[in-house]
């Protein structure tokens, strides 16, 4: 079973800077399999990036993912107000399983 | 645009069982696969099962494999997580989601239901 590990556990940040999540896979995967959700408190889960990299409908373009093998990233280029919130990455494996990983918690510091 | 209304939570326990029905709207029901995922109380997201569009195929997560059972009424539009031999550790908000379209992520997700495991 591939476990997902990210890092840091929790981010303070202030508005405008800049935002570098990571998701570390326990063994290497494909990065077609790889996506990141934002949740805020009281809320569903958003689906931000998948494919590691491709941006969901209506994500605006501030969030980028990258990475390959087992290190991937979610950016935040600027920090807006409404981008504190928790992320998740998450993975889709064989048997099939889908795991995600404890979550990043990014708040304003 | 698309909506997945959950229903059927509720405190039940232990040992009970509960049905969770998923009420989908705006795509067309009837060629997705869908997902549950659960979230317990201040903790992180965890899948719980997967059916095919047609329902020819489930997938359970280990902690609820034997207990739960997932099915899809395709003329109704809705999903529906049958919840047997409830544990404390079921205790969570249940999130109904649409597949992408390749089985790999969740595009959409429903406001969740709250199933409370207690006596």
């Known amino acids: 079973e591939i476990v997902l590990t990210q890092s840091p556990g929790t981010l303070s940040l202030s508005p405008g800077e800049r935002a570098t999540l990571s998701c570390r896979a326990s063994q290497t995967v494909s990065s077609s399999y790889l996506a990141w959700y934002q949740q805020k408190p009281g809320q569903a889960p958003r689906l931000l990036i998948y494919?590691?990299?491709s941006r969901a409908t209506g994500i605006p373009d501030r969030f980028s993912g990258s990475g390959s093998g087992t290190d991937f990233t979610l950016t935040i280029s600027r920090l807006e107000p409404e981008d504190f919130a928790v992320y998740y990455c998450?993975?889709?494996?064989?048997?099939?399983?889908?795991?995600f990983g404890q979550g990043t918690k990014v708040e304003i510091k | 645009q698309v909506q997945l209304v959950e229903s059927g939570g509720g405190v039940v326990q232990p040992g009970g069982s509960l049905r969770l029905s998923c009420a989908a709207s705006g795509f067309i029901f009837s060629t997705f696969a869908m997902h549950w995922v659960r979230q317990a109380p201040g903790k992180g997201l965890e899948w719980v099962a997967f059916?095919?569009?047609?329902?020819?195929?489930?997938y359970y997560a280990d902690s609820v494999n034997g207990r739960f059972t997932l099915s899809r009424d395709n003329s109704k539009n809705t999903l529906y997580l049958q919840m047997n031999s409830l544990r404390a550790e079921d205790t969570a908000v249940y999130y109904c989601?649409?597949?992408?379209?390749?089985?790999?992520?969740?595009?959409?997700w429903g406001q969740g239901t709250l199933v409370t495991v207690s006596s």
């Open positions: 059916i095919r569009y047609d329902g020819s195929d489930k």
């Open positions: 998450q993975l889709y494996g064989s048997s099939p399983t889908w795991t």
């Open positions: 989601a649409k597949d992408h379209g390749n089985w790999k992520y969740f595009d959409s």
């Open positions: 494919g590691a990299s």
